[in-house]
């Protein structure tokens, strides 16, 4: 790809932008959020088509230009976005080959087609009945369906865009093994990841690409391309922390939690036999971040989002405290009249409306306050968004441009002022940086620490251990439901919180009792991680 250029109104995504990948190699694409990675692949696979970007795509040589999805593909490029292309009431095989299908005299020819997407399935490593509807496994395994779609189409080129964002350490595992089985096939694959050990392990080379510009190429191979020096290239500056200086909370550290639970237990919402919370019981304190985490389906999701107003699952027993009284969070209103605020993993289906605009998305939870005689102010409404908008360092435009239109770091951004606006006590942050570059995580830490060091209660939920060790001042474990420890102070490392997420429930004993870490405190070894 030579001197790419790409424009949307308002914004130009990509300046002049060149890309060189060596036949048969895995190349990574790394760069903030909005660096315009996805932006260009888009314009590769004919997302983009031909005449609505400048500059010239080689492949095998030859130019291309391609008018849609299909000219590429027929090329053999094949890309495999973010969210996945999948119809979840259709069969895998019926998804392998959708639009695609096996035919003999214009009818489909079914057995052939189960056959194919057989053998499609045992080259992903995927056991599966190819008639199994998609809707019946899991996100891991639908990653491997989009991948043999990808070879049904005799892929030569692999485009994966943030391939494991939502998959746990397991099914990771298998997919980046997956990439070095095609990688000995001969297929060459472009991956775009955040996850800067991942690439480490799988790929050759990295381009890196900031603010819509290429700014180099680096040989993962070469000793010299450390984690830290591809971030100083992502961030164009040195990042001497991952995490930043906790700023501590000078309230009272005596007084009652300002969230408590207490043996809160929920069924799953169509199999009343299954508890997905079975009788967790916490608490968290003005000031202080407390981490929870657990692997895949350990429960974390389910106790955030039943508590903030029962918004998963059954409601079978369990009390919420706020400040030490009982309260009610039956509805939505009722959890954040009560100061209760969540930060929910899926943003873009929970957490945003993508059509509206940043200022309206980010008054979603307060217009109330923005209200005169029952209608929103909407100049008052610009104006809050506007100065959240710089305080954040939300990059877009202006506050009327469509929330769709920014990218992921920039969207978390947005739901986190549309929450610190609404001025609740209690924040449960679910993922806050689930597909977010390195710095613009770091961004949200220094917003997290700042609510933390105004007395504000912060529960965290993430994935990545070295997070929660770099975060939090203590953090509990989960396991199919269930507390399974309470783990502060020298005692957290990546092993004691990975032994506790998967200890058998069934043996567990009581959570040993809180750590004597004082509200707001983390340990040194928590920010070394």
Known sequence: MRSIVKSFPGVRALSDVSLSVERGEVHALCGENGAGKSTL????????????????????????????????????IVIIHQELALVPYLSIAENIFLGNEPSRRGIIDWHEALRRASELLGRVGLDEHPETRVADIGVGKQQLVEIAKALAKDVRLLILDEPTAALNDEDSAKLLRLM???????????????????????????????DGRSIE???????????????????????????????RYEGAADA???????????RHPLDRGRKVVDGVSLQVRRGE?????????????????????????RYERGTVLRDGREVRTHTVPEAVAHGIAYVTEDRKHYGLDLGDSVSRNISLASLGALARRGLV??????????????????????????????????QQKVVLSKWILAGPDV?????????????????????????????????????????????????????????????????????????????????STTPSAPSALPAGAASDEGHQA
């Open 427 to 507: 924040l449960v942050l679910d993922e806050p940086t689930r597909g977010v570059d390195v710095g613009a995580k770091y961004e949200i830490y220094t917003v997290i620490d700042r609510l933390a060091a105004e007395g504000k209660a912060i529960l965290f939920i993430s994935s990545e251990l070295p997070e929660l060790l770099g975060m939090c001042d203590r953090v509990y474990t989960m396991a199919a439901g269930r507390l399974t420890g309470e783990v502060g102070g020298e005692e957290a490392t990546q092993e004691v919180l990975m032994r506790h997420m998967t200890q058998d429930t069934a043996a």
């Open 180 to 210: 070095r089985e095609l990688k000995g096939q001969g297929i060459t694959s472009i991956i775009i990841s955040h996850k800067l050990n991942e690439i480490a392990r799988i790929a050759d080379s990295v381009t890196i690409l900031r």
């Open 377 to 410: 102010d909407g100049h008052e409404e610009r104006r809050v968004a506007e100065r959240f908008r710089r305080t954040m360092g939300i990059k877009a435009p202006n506050v009327l441009e469509p929330v769709g239109r920014l990218s992921g770091g920039n």
């Open 41 to 76: 692949m888009k314009v590769l696979s004919g997302v983009h088509p031909h005449g609505s970007y400048e500059g010239e795509i080689l492949f095998d040589g030859e130019p291309c230009r391609f008018k849609d999805i299909r000219a590429s593909e027929r090329r053999g």
């Open 217 to 247: 190429t680096l040989d993962v191979r070469d000793p010299a391309t450390t984690e830290e020096r591809i971030i100083r290239g992502m961030v164009g500056r040195n990042l001497d922390s991952r995490f930043p200086e906790r700023t």
């Open 289 to 313: 971040i407390v981490g929870v985490a657990g692997l895949m389906g350990a429960g974390r999701t389910e106790l955030a989002m039943s508590v903030f107003g029962r918004s998963y699952g």
């Open 256 to 266: 009652a939690p300002a969230l408590e639970i207490r043996d809160w237990t929920v």
